[in-house]
Nanobody, 117 residues
């Protein structure tokens, strides 16, 4: 019912910044809880950041103070601003939407982030 497309990934040096975007289509964006997850090479997928329908946010301890999740309901887009990037941030980053009304959960296909000198 909802399609998610991530963008903004790429190669960046340690200490640099990237802004990821996740565009949603197919349903009502404002009622979704949105999340960003990542899967480092050889590791399991983990929660990075989450933003609720009311705008509350939470973050993994590893990214607190460096990453910021935000949403623009008018654009049906959620963002992840990543600053002070570290090599351990290297991963495929996935966008997630949870709709408690249907209920329904959707995942994007991911965007690669590589932090390396």
């Amino acid at each position: 019912q909802v399609q998610l497309v991530e963008s903004g990934g790429g190669l960046v040096q340690p200490g640099g910044s990237l802004r990821l975007s996740c565009a949603a289509s197919g349903s009502i964006f404002s009622r979704y809880a949105m999340g960003w997850y990542r899967q480092p090479p050889g590791k399991q997928r983990e929660l990075v950041a989450r933003i609720t329908r009311s705008g509350s946010t939470n973050y993994a301890d590893s990214v607190k103070g460096r990453f910021t999740v935000s949403r623009d309901n008018a654009k049906s887009t959620v963002y992840l601003q990543m600053n002070s990037l570290k090599p351990e941030d290297t991963a495929v980053y996935y966008c997630n939407a949870v709709d408690l009304v249907v209920p329904y959960t959707s995942w994007g296909r991911g965007t690669h982030v590589t932090v390396s000198s």
